[in-house]
């Protein structure tokens, strides 16, 4: 894994046991050659090979030098019109997998050639960063296989001043993605409610941000019929994860979090297909994004109140499980019959936002969640959809997902999808059938949010990779959703 990154002009003696020079499709010349000759040689000889520069080809020579091999790598970063935060990442992220591949210790980048696109500097360099510290991720129940790559310099003429806060944020963010990946693809036997709670506050511990998680006694205490009911058929016992940054300061803006922690669903009562069922585990990634979230605002020191609330059940079948036909009564009063006990994610949500809309009183509510299997139907695996009542906010969400390279799309919500999860003998349904699920499922969440500005995001595709996905994500967790809350919680805040 990266441990160090450092920012240097060109010129000057080779350190690096690496040369990257990136390069878009289409170049009739190699933007960058590195001082020493014999590099440059190489370099020119590759592209002179047939070197096309689609997004993620790499092409290496390696030189002996005093008994040592030095590598120099040509990265294709596509089309340069087209290249976004997403596609810089994901060429970075090849460009890591290939020296990793050849054992490379430390690697200098030629950054210089990147930024000529249409992204602010900063963002390119983010982006470059972002897919080389991730692309070395693994994980296991064991002993991990630490990646070879540990040291990388940006080379640029820019002044090295000019990308300080850009490297303590891309270290910051992706050791957060780190961690979220680690809490998704653990077991579901070690990653219990109890364990997500604990892991809630030592993270948070290490970020400056205040963390307490309620027990049963406290969640019925608030009336949360839908935690209550989603819960009572495992044996292991709910938490109420909150936490909380700059509540201090009160002529600040406030924004509450929420996330979607299920730590592992079976579907209840209405069980799942045995196919897939052990990834059901990752129904919690909502919820680790928030912590995340929120601990960087607290690394970053955001000008914003924050507040972040995570339900955290285990929904199983069993003797004591709930029932479809059952109706429960929410923290809220509302109340809601089950149609399916597989869609219990919403009625954990509403709780959660109800709480968040009465007690704090929030400038915006955003939630985020693996809430619906329609969404992956809808947009795929590499785009998340989104939806409210806010429109300014939708925007920023949008916005936030261009800067991240974590792309999400709006979806419409109006008063015929609100109508949809009105309930005949309760105030709502928790499920409207298969026809606009991922927006009726969101609806359900948006009742309880009233008038308050809302969004949703629901991450059930891109918070996993089955594979194919972006050269930085292994198979499993993605860690998808943290830079994305980051950045929308660095436009609220102004930053």
């Excluded at 939630?367 to 925007?395: E, F, H, Q, S």
């Excluded at 359900?444 to 009233?450: D, H, I, N």
Aim: with cysteine; net charge positive.
């Amino acid at each position: 894994m990266i441990r160090s990154i450092s920012v240097r002009t060109p010129g000057g003696p080779l350190r690096e046991e690496a040369v990257v020079i990136p390069l878009f499709a289409g170049e009739r010349a190699l933007p960058a050659l590195p001082s020493d000759r014999a590099l440059a040689d190489a370099a020119t000889a590759l592209f002179a090979a047939g070197f096309s520069g689609r997004r993620g080809e790499t092409r290496i020579a390696s030189v002996l030098r005093d008994k040592k091999l030095i590598h120099l790598l040509l990265l294709g970063l596509g089309r340069r019109e087209a290249a976004g935060a997403e596609d810089i990442a994901d060429a970075a992220g090849s460009a890591a997998a290939a020296l990793n591949g050849v054992r490379a210790a430390s690697a200098a980048i030629h950054l210089d050639p990147v930024l000529d696109v249409a992204l602010p500097e900063g963002d390119v360099a983010h982006a470059t960063l972002k897919g080389m510290l991730l692309a070395g991720y693994s994980f296991s129940v064991g002993k991990r296989t630490a990646a070879p790559l540990r040291r990388v310099s940006l080379v640029t003429s820019r002044p090295a001043r000019a990308f300080s806060a850009v490297v303590r944020r891309a270290r910051l963010v992706s050791g957060l993605i780190i961690d979220v990946r680690d809490w998704v693809n653990a077991p579901a036997n070690r990653m219990t409610p109890g364990g997500f709670a604990a892991s809630s506050r030592e993270l948070c511990a290490r970020h400056g941000v205040t963390c307490r998680a309620w027990g049963r006694r406290e969640i019925e205490k608030a009336g949360m019929g839908g935690v209550l009911a989603v819960a009572v058929g495992s044996r292991e016992e709910p938490r109420f994860v909150v936490m909380q940054y700059n509540m201090d300061k009160a002529k600040l803006p406030l924004v509450c979090l929420v996330g979607k922690g299920v730590t592992f669903d079976s579907g209840g009562i209405s069980i799942k297909p045995w196919e897939k069922m052990h990834e059901m585990k990752s129904d919690m990634a909502g919820g680790a994004a928030t912590v995340a979230a929120i601990c960087a605002c607290a690394s970053l020191g955001l000008p914003l109140r924050v507040v972040a609330l995570v339900p955290c059940v285990e929904n199983m079948p069993g003797g004591a499980a709930f029932r479809p036909g059952d109706v429960l009564t929410m923290c809220s009063g509302k109340t809601v019959e089950v149609y399916t006990t597989d869609a219990e994610g919403r009625l954990i949500l509403a709780d959660a936002v109800a709480y968040a809309r009465a007690h704090y009183r929030p400038d915006t509510i955003v939630d985020i969640a693996t809430l619906t299997g329609g969404a992956v139907i809808a947009l795929g695996t590499r785009v998340a959809p989104i939806m409210g009542n806010a429109p300014a906010r939708i925007d920023a969400m949008r916005a936030a997902g261009l800067a991240a390279g974590e792309p999400v799309w709006p979806l419409p919500l109006d008063e015929r999808f609100f109508d949809l999860v009105k309930g005949e003998i309760a105030d709502y349904k928790n499920h409207a059938g298969r026809g606009a699920s991922p927006i009726t499922g969101g609806a359900l969440v948006g009742v309880f949010a009233e008038s308050t500005p809302w969004v949703h995001v629901d991450i059930a595709g891109p918070s996993w990779n089955d594979g194919g996905g972006p050269s930085y994500q292994t198979r499993g967790a993605t860690g998808y959703g943290v830079d994305l809350l980051v950045r929308f919680l660095e436009g609220m805040a102004g930053a």
